[in-house]
C-alpha cells in the first residue's frame, strides 16, 4: 500500500505556458554547480522549497539573470500545481485553462466573468502580451486556489460537486 501510494505522488504536471528558464554560465561558472543546482530544483518538493532554493541561489551567486528567475518561477509554478492537483495548464494569450487530477476541482471559489468552468477545465479567460505575464497570472490562479493571497476565495464548480467529486473547503 505505502509502495502504491508513492507512485500516486510521483507525479508532474504537464505546464504549457511557453517559457522555460535556465541557468547561464555566466552566472554559474562551474558545470558541476550547475549540475547540482538543476537536480535540487527538480527535487524540490514545495513552492516553498523553491523560494528557499532561490535565496541560497542569490546569497550565493548573487542577484539572479532574468533566465534563473524565470526558472525559479516555473518550478513554483510546478510544486504549486502538484499541491493543488492540476495535472495540466495550458496558457495563451486569450486565457489560461486548469485541467485537474482525477476529475478533482476546488470548490467554494466565486465564480465571476473572467473566470469559470468550460469542459471540465477552469478557464481564466484574461488576455496576456506575453509568456511572462502569463506565468505570472497562472502562479497568481493558482495561489487563489491555494488559499495564499486570497484566502477567502474558493472556486465552485457546480458540476462536480452534485457528482460529489470535490475536495472539502479549507
Known amino acids: 500500500l505505502a509502495r502504491g501510494a508513492a507512485q500516486e505522488d510521483d507525479w508532474s504536471p504537464e505546464l504549457n505556458i511557453a517559457i522555460a528558464g535556465r541557468i547561464p554560465e555566466a552566472y554559474v561558472a562551474e558545470p558541476e ?4 543546482l538543476y537536480a535540487r530544483l527538480a527535487r524540490a518538493e514545495s513552492a516553498e522549497a523553491v523560494a528557499v532554493l532561490g535565496e541560497e541561489i542569490e546569497d550565493r551567486f548573487g542577484e539572479p539573470p532574468e533566465e534563473v528567475a524565470r526558472l525559479l518561477e516555473v518550478a513554483r509554478l510546478r510544486q504549486l500545481c502538484r499541491a493543488e492537483g492540476v495535472a495540466r495548464i495550458d496558457a495563451g494569450p486569450k486565457a489560461i485553462a486548469l485541467a485537474f487530477r482525477g476529475g478533482r476541482a476546488p470548490v467554494g471559489i466565486e465564480i465571476e466573468p473572467a473566470l469559470h468552468w468550460r469542459d471540465g477545465r477552469l478557464i481564466l479567460d484574461e488576455p496576456t502580451e506575453s509568456a511572462g505575464e502569463r506565468l505570472g497570472r497562472a502562479i497568481g490562479l493558482l495561489e487563489r486556489l491555494s488559499g495564499g493571497p486570497y484566502e477567502n476565495d474558493r472556486i465552485a464548480n ?12 479549507v
Open 33 to 36: 554547480a550547475r549540475i547540482n
Open 158 to 169: 457546480p458540476s462536480r460537486a452534485r457528482a460529489g467529486r470535490d475536495r472539502k473547503p
